[in-house]
Structures are given as C-alpha cells and as structure tokens.
C-alpha cells in the first residue's frame, strides 16, 4: 500500500506541474492537496523535492514568481506564498541537515572530492591474451 501511496504521490505532483505548466493553477493546487492527503492517510511522508513545491498553509503548487516570492535574507531563504500569505524560511545551504544532526558544525569546511586532487581516473588498458609462442625456443 505505501508503495502504491508514493506512486499515487510522484503522479499527483507531475499533474500539478504540468497544469501549472499551462496555467490552470487551480488545478494544481487541488492535486497537491489530494497528494497531501494521500500522503496523510498512509503515514507516506512527501519527498523533500515535493515538499518545496507549494505552500504548507493553503496547498497552492508554487510557481516563482507566479504563486510564490523567494528571498535571501540574513544567510536565509524565505519563501512567501503569494495566495495566503504564509511565509517558510529555510537556510540558504541546503542538505546540511545531516551533517547537523550528526552533531558536527554546520561551518565546517565542504570536504574535497579526491576526484578534483588526483584526476579523472585511470582507464587501464585491457590486459593482453598471453603470447604462448613467444615463449618457444
Ligand atoms: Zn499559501
């Protein structure tokens, strides 16, 4: 069942981007409130991605600019919805919530990729069938 929940969720979303694709916002805003409630009546939490996508006050599906205002304030990002209001405010950096609930500091340095020190990796070159007949003699 929380299988098919989260299916029903992923075309729910679809739909409402795709009619805010074409402007019937009001459509959008009434699948993101039945893939909230889907969401709801089987305890299936939304993805993070989907959970950016419209306003946790009224359910409108966030069009920038259209449905919803984004600012940088003070090292945060604030959303506000533009139907009711409703204002979200998240830190500028995003998925360092883990880091965080590790306990480390958030201003720790971003570790180097080891791919940028040392190059694209080595391709080797396929190993040769062994040459029985230069082993005559
Ligand atoms: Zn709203």
New binding site residues.
Partial sequence: MVRIARERISALFALAEREAATGHRDLSDRYVALARRVGTRYNVRLLAEYRELY?R??S?YWVEGVTVRTRLRSGRRSRT?L??G?VRRLPVRERTSEVDRAGEPSLRAVPRSDVALVGPPVVEEPSEPPDDEAEEG
């Fill in positions: 306003c006050g009224c409108a919805c139907r009711c409703r």
